[in-house]
């Protein structure tokens, strides 16, 4: 088996292992937004949650290209 083939095999089962804590992870913080939406609906009459921005964290790389493109849009406009 040729050395690229053993790397994508060895990556591939790290994904795997990795897959039931991210999923554990993904659930409960569905499961806490869907917990806020029940006593909403429940204590104000809709179930509007308004979830701030601590909900989503862009990963680093995201932030690099999100300053990239606001970098390039600034130089753009000048």
Do not use: H
Not at 28 to 55: C, D, H, I, T, W
Request: net charge negative; no cysteine; aromatic share 6%.
């Amino acid at each position: 088996m040729s050395e690229t083939a053993k790397r994508l095999f060895e990556t591939l089962r790290e994904n795997i292992a990795n897959a039931p804590s991210q999923m554990g992870a993904e659930m409960k913080r569905l499961l806490v937004q869907g917990g806020m939406e029940v006593a909403s609906g429940l204590f104000n009459g809709n179930g509007f949650v308004p979830y701030g921005p601590g909900q989503y964290t862009p990963s680093p790389d995201q932030q690099q290209n999100q300053s990239l493109e606001q970098q390039q849009s600034r130089g753009i406009e000048r």
